[in-house]
Structures are given as C-alpha cells and as structure tokens.
C-alpha cells in the first residue's frame, strides 16, 4: 500500500511562484508515473502534469511552459515548480502515483491565486 501526502501550495498573487511537494510512503511495485492533477471548484479534476521513468515529462497545455516536474525516484518524491501562477491556476492540487498494484491519490494541497 502506498500513501502520499502533499506539502506547500498556499496563497501567492498572480505572477507569483508556489512549489508543491509530494511524499510517498510504503512499497509500490514496477511505478509508471508520477505527477499532478488538479481541481477547481465546480469543474472535473484535470491532469496538469506527469512522469515517466525516463524522468520525462508531459504537461497540459495550459500550464507548459511555467510549471516543472522533478521526481526522485531515490526518496519517493515528487516537486512541482509553478511559476507565472494565474487566477485561473487557483485549485486544489492532487499528487498521484501509477503503479502495477494501482493508482494512488494524495489528500491534495490548496493553491490559491489571487490579490
């Protein structure tokens, strides 16, 4: 079973920087993807961005270009960089693992842009 807990995000004006954090704990088989989602309210949860274990990355088009990846095969983490946030960034962010054994969801962070 694996858990995975987030840290950061918070309040930032638009323009602003935030990173988020993510922790995994326990034992995954064979893990495929590590990355984010995200959820505004009143809308479905959507992807923002996803590693592979070649360390690629893939991001939506909405945020390419501003926020970055780094995954740590190493200590089980994953770190997003978000930088230029826009009002429209505002959610609360999900760190998601894929592995053989399943999909595992964090608790989500809450990233809030705005003056």
């Known amino acids: 079973q694996v858990q995975l807990v987030e840290s950061g995000g918070g309040l930032v004006e638009p323009g602003g920087s935030l990173i988020v954090s993510c922790a995994a704990s326990?034992?995954?088989?064979?893990?495929?993807?590590m990355g984010w989602y995200r959820q505004a309210p009143g809308k479905q949860r959507e992807l923002v961005g996803v590693?592979?274990?070649?360390?690629?990355?893939n991001y939506a088009p909405s945020v390419s270009g501003r926020f970055t990846i780094y995954r740590d095969d190493c200590h089980h983490t994953v770190t997003m960089q978000m930088n230029s946030l826009r009002p429209e960034d505002t959610a609360t962010y999900y760190c998601?693992?894929?592995?053989?054994?399943?999909?595992?969801w964090g608790q989500g962070a809450q990233v809030t842009v705005s003056f």
């Open positions: 998601v693992e894929d592995a053989a054994s399943g999909r595992y």
């Open positions: 326990g034992r995954a088989s064979s893990i495929y993807g």
């Open positions: 590693t592979v274990p070649d360390g690629t990355a």
